[in-house]
Structures are given as C-alpha cells and as structure tokens.
C-alpha cells in the first residue's frame, strides 16, 4: 500500500503542477472602412500593439497596400494582416476588438476575418 500511496502522490503532484497553456496561431484579415482616417489614430495603434509585439503575442503586423502602389513613393494602404497567438479565437477575438482601428472605424468591422490558421513554415 506504501508503494501506491508513493505512486499516487507523485502522480498528484505532477498533475498539480502548472501546465503551459497551448497556444494557437491566428490570422486577421482587417480591410479598412471606407473614407477610414487610419493616420489620425495610427500612433495610437502603434504604440497599443507594442506589448502585443514584444511579449510574443503579435507574431506579424503589416498594412496591406494596393498592388498598384506597391513600387510607388506614395503607397496607399487599404487594410491589416495581423497574426496573432492565442489560446482560443475568443481571446483573440478580445483583442481584436480593443484595437483603436476597431473601436474608431477605421477597419471595416463587417468585414473583417479572424481565422485560425496552421503554419508549416517557421516565423520570422
């Protein structure tokens, strides 16, 4: 019985023991809304995502820009392309929806697209 008890005990503490929670990888697809005024709350957004950036959180962080503009000076930007990791969409999806582009417009909530994703290549 002393060897169950032994057994049982070292079992419990392993399962006790704080597991890593499993995190998953996550794309937005962020056009911008009509007429958005993207630079009056730009620096606001960027200075938001930084945590999100240097904790890991934010994997990549970019504007998409019109193909048109893509060799011009003056590039025209039509959106965001955000991957994220996260333990569930919801949790993403919370954070998402506390961006300043969300809550001011400037991305275009209907039609935005928050999707799982499972990458083969390793990140940046």
């Given at each position: 019985m002393?060897?169950?008890?032994?057994?049982?005990?070292?079992?419990?503490?392993?399962?006790?023991?704080?597991?890593?929670?499993v995190?998953?990888k996550?794309v937005?697809?962020?056009?911008?809304?009509?007429d958005?005024?993207?630079?009056d709350?730009?620096?606001?957004?960027?200075?938001?995502?930084?945590?999100?950036i240097?904790?890991?959180?934010?994997k990549?962080?970019a504007?998409?820009?019109?193909p048109?503009?893509?060799?011009?000076?003056?590039?025209?930007?039509?959106?965001?392309v955000?991957?994220?990791?996260?333990?569930?969409?919801?949790a993403v999806?919370?954070?998402?929806?506390?961006?300043?582009y969300?809550?001011?417009?400037?991305?275009?909530?209907?039609r935005?697209?928050?999707?799982?994703i499972?990458p083969?290549?390793p990140?940046?």
């Amino acid at each position: 019985m002393s060897v169950s008890r032994a057994f049982l005990g070292r079992n419990l503490r392993f399962m006790s023991s704080t597991a890593t929670p499993v995190l998953h990888k996550f794309v937005l697809f962020a056009p911008d809304a009509k007429d958005a005024r993207r630079s009056d709350v730009q620096k606001q957004h960027r200075q938001d995502i930084r945590p999100f950036i240097d904790s890991g959180v934010v994997k990549v962080a970019a504007p998409m820009i019109t193909p048109e503009s893509f060799q011009s000076k003056d590039q025209k930007t039509f959106g965001s392309v955000i991957i994220y990791e996260g333990e569930t969409l919801e949790a993403v999806r919370k954070m998402v929806e506390s961006d300043i582009y969300y809550t001011s417009g400037v991305w275009d909530r209907d039609r935005l697209v928050l999707l799982p994703i499972l990458p083969v290549t390793p990140f940046p």
